[in-house]
């Protein structure tokens, strides 16, 4: 129960707002309550007075306001549900859009954790289970409780001897609840994970789906999904046949104590004490009594099963930003584009060791810095630093001499701009693929940086031209036009600091040289810091970085690092850049 409340304490605010219809639903619940009491009184009017008398005069009366009660009661019926699911919807927006605003601010290493297909379930099956707590729930036990309180007050007065026989009876309900509530609950939250698990194989799976076939590895797919789904209607036969167990004790509980009643009220008949029309309106009143009951009782089990909901999307809320907006950001200022790296050392959290230790360099505008090094040695972690993903665990970075700390994220974002390791492709148009680089930007301005980006031709030849329709993993565009598309969207971004993250990678010399045209204007007047093992651009460079497990082990010119015959010159092996084709093609 603590959990319950833990749960109801950390999502109930969200109903700030929404709380006056909230009110009204209640209202509404209150007087559908009043109208079936008052329903089930007029139908013992009737039995006493028209039908045992066997008088249609007497008939009339109680029928026409019988029909008056029944049309407020449909009235109030449909207001209250029409409102209740409205108020309900709202809510689950407000909570996705809070969960998934969250989510969206979480660092790299977040999404490496929580497989996709987990946080979509989380975002959907948990969410709405939490609304069913939240909103539908109090709505569901006011509403049983207000009925409960009206049809025992009814009972009591028609006969207070039966009504005390039938409430003895009502604690069994709320006992078999309580049997089952926990098991019900551990089973809902298996179905929860298994469903997460599934979408994430699914994900995965389709995701990868060249890899599955280039290597014959349909069978072991077939084999991950069908354990997943296995583990998923273990736990969903198990919740359905607890569920169901409950359902069917519960039935015979209630006829136990129907005909407990009427048993007692056929001798209460015998005697004379009792009429016929009390004895079947208080029937009537069981018959309503114990679906308000049963259903507090059920309230419990689908409060225990959204408490499990509750917990996984508790786990996404309390998980930190990894760098959070600086409460007082410096004013935004004309950036020029000097970068500087203080004594940087980071840990990626969780790791064991250091990723980057005692790292100090600086970039100003119009400078092309090489950072170069063996895989894994640290060079994308110093890109994830600048564009603040991580904070250093020790050391400053500047820019323009401010420490990013003290600079708005969106600020930061803006002038320095990423041109990642991979192929970033948004679900749309080519043209606005190229215009998130600057959103609210002219066609004419996507133009130029396509021509600046040598895209302008290849996408001008394509069918539908920039409305041409790309989407992640499924464009029929090459890996090198594709680059081109993003390498545009950079241009346009026209941002001082320009971070490139292995341009050329996984392309062929040629569609290298195609990028690299293009990326040579881009980088022209900017800070450009370039991250490779594609030395071709070396001889060009201002400075180029060597690093080596996380520490700077060599910095200078490409000539004096060659000359020096250390770790660079046996990163750019044997023979002299300068001499090679590549090179010659590529120099300015
Ligand atoms: N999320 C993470 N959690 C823990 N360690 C990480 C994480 N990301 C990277 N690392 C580690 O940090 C080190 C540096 O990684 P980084 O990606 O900066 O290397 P890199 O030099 O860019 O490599 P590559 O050339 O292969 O892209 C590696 O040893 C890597 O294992």
């Not at 329903?39 to 009366?61: M, Q, V």
């Not at 680089?437 to 004419?444: L, V």
Request: proline fraction near 4%.
């Amino acid at each position: 129960m603590r959990e319950v409340r833990t749960a109801f304490r950390r999502f109930w605010p969200l109903t700030r707002g929404d709380r006056k219809w909230l009110l009204a639903i209640v209202a509404c619940v209150v007087v559908a309550a009043l109208t079936e009491t008052a329903s089930i009184l007029l139908f013992a009017e009737l039995t006493d007075t028209a039908l045992k008398a066997g008088s249609l005069a007497a008939f009339w009366g109680p029928a026409a306001a019988w029909l008056g009660v029944a049309a407020l009661g449909a009235l109030v019926g449909y207001l209250g549900n029409s409102l209740a699911t409205w108020t309900a919807e709202r809510f689950v927006l407000r909570l996705r859009a809070k969960v998934f605003r969250h989510v969206q601010d979480m660092p790299p290493h977040f999404f490496q954790k929580h497989r996709q297909g987990d946080l979509v379930e989380r975002l959907t099956g948990d969410v709405e289970a939490i609304e069913q707590m939240v909103v539908s729930g109090v709505v569901g036990t006011v509403a049983a409780a207000f009925s409960a309180v009206f049809y025992s007050a009814a009972a009591l007065w028609l006969r207070w001897d039966l009504a005390l026989v039938t409430f003895v009876l009502a604690p069994l309900f709320l006992l078999a609840a309580r049997r089952f509530g926990g098991r019900i609950r551990s089973a809902s939250q298996d179905e929860r994970v298994a469903d997460g698990a599934i979408t994430s194989v699914v994900e995965e799976s389709l995701g990868n789906v060249v890899l599955t076939q280039a290597y014959n590895r349909r069978g072991d797919e077939e084999k991950r999904l069908d354990r997943e789904a296995r583990a998923w209607m273990r736990a969903s036969v198990r919740g359905a046949r607890l569920s169901e167990m409950y359902e069917q004790l519960v039935e015979v509980v209630e006829t136990v104590c129907v005909l407990a009643v009427i048993g007692l009220g056929v001798w209460e008949i015998s005697a004379g004490r009792m009429t016929l029309g009390q004895l079947l309106a208080f029937a009537a009143f069981i018959g309503y009594l114990y679906p308000p009951v049963r259903n507090l009782g059920q309230l419990g089990l689908t409060l225990t099963a959204a408490t499990a909901g509750a917990q996984r999307l508790g786990e996404i809320l309390d998980a930190e930003p990894a760098v959070t907006d600086p409460a007082e950001p410096v004013a935004e200022w004309p950036v020029r584009g000097w970068v500087g790296f203080h004594g940087v050392s980071f840990r990626y959290p969780g790791a064991a060791r250091e990723s980057l230790t005692d790292v100090t360099f600086t970039a100003g505008p119009g400078e092309l810095v090489i950072v170069t090094g063996a895989s894994g040695a640290g060079k994308s972690t110093t890109s994830k630093l600048l564009t603040r993903f991580y904070d250093p665990s020790a050391g400053v970075i500047t820019l323009d001499g401010v420490p990013l700390t003290n600079v708005g994220l969106e600020f930061l974002r803006e002038n320095v701009a990423l041109l990642p390791q991979e192929t970033l492709i948004l679900n749309g148009t080519i043209r606005e693929n190229i215009a998130c680089g600057r959103p609210g930007a002219s066609d004419e301005d996507i133009e130029r940086a396509a021509r600046a980006a040598a895209a302008h031709d290849f996408i001008a030849a394509l069918p539908e031209g920039y409305d041409t329709h790309i989407a992640p993993g499924t464009a029929a565009l090459s890996g090198g036009q594709l680059k081109r598309i993003t390498i545009a969207r950079a241009m346009l971004r026209s941002a001082p600091v320009l971070l490139l993250d292995e341009p050329t990678a996984g392309l062929d010399s040629v569609a290298a040289r195609q990028v690299v045209q293009p990326l040579r204007r881009l980088m022209s007047g900017r800070t450009t810091i370039l991250i490779t093992h594609d030395l071709s651009l070396a001889p060009d460079a201002d400075r180029v970085l060597v690093v080596d497990e996380g520490r700077l082990v060599e910095a200078g010119t490409h000539a004096e690092l060659v000359a020096r015959g250390g770790a660079y010159a046996r990163l750019a092996g044997p023979v002299p850049w300068a001499w090679t084709e590549e090179t010659l093609v590529l120099r300015r």
